[in-house]
């Protein structure tokens, strides 16, 4: 097999840290959290980097991340929500990796985040509006992306043995 990372990708609270670092340990790859290997990098938290960069910069750091991981293998990465919006980021995992989609319906994720204040593009008073917009915006953008997609509404250990049975 010639593409040998499996980059997690799906909107926020869809599971993708905790699936990856199960997966990681299922199958003995390295997992790497997209957001926290650029916070390691600029020593800032993600939402830091949007409130002194902005989100341009931001994007900025993550295709740089992309570019750099994307030349390693034996990876489980979690890429950020807004990363494979991204075609440039899509085309770098897709040449040493699959891009595996962790599908949750919009509720379920407005559930998992109700007390979430750590995502930036969501610190707003219309916050499950804003979540709805960006879903339906990103929804279709993650589907074009996915080599694989999987229902990440059952448990992690579920998601996680679906995705290495579609994956052999």
């Known amino acids: 097999m010639n593409r040998k990372n499996i980059v997690l990708c799906g909107f926020m609270g869809c599971g993708k840290s ?25 020593n800032k938290t993600v939402s830091q980097i949007f409130e002194d960069s902005g989100e341009e910069y931001f994007r900025q750091l993550e295709r740089e991340a992309a570019q750099e ?38 509720d379920v994720v407005a559930a998992r985040l109700k007390n979430d204040s750590t995502r930036p593009l969501l610190n707003r008073p219309d916050k499950d509006k804003a979540m709805k917009e960006l879903y339906d915006k990103r929804l279709p953008l993650y589907k074009s992306a996915a080599d694989i997609t999987v229902d990440a509404s059952q448990s992690p250990m579920q998601v996680c043995t679906e995705i290495i049975a579609s994956l052999d």
């Open 18 to 42: 905790t699936v990856g670092s199960l997966l990681s340990r299922k199958t003995g790859m390295s997992f790497i959290d997209l957001d926290s290997y650029i916070e390691k990098k600029e």
């Open 69 to 106: 991981l994307s030349q390693k293998n034996g990876l489980v990465i979690a890429a950020g929500g807004g990363t494979l919006t991204y075609q440039v980021n899509v085309d770098t995992f897709r040449r040493t990796g699959r891009i595996v989609l962790l599908d949750v319906p919009v």
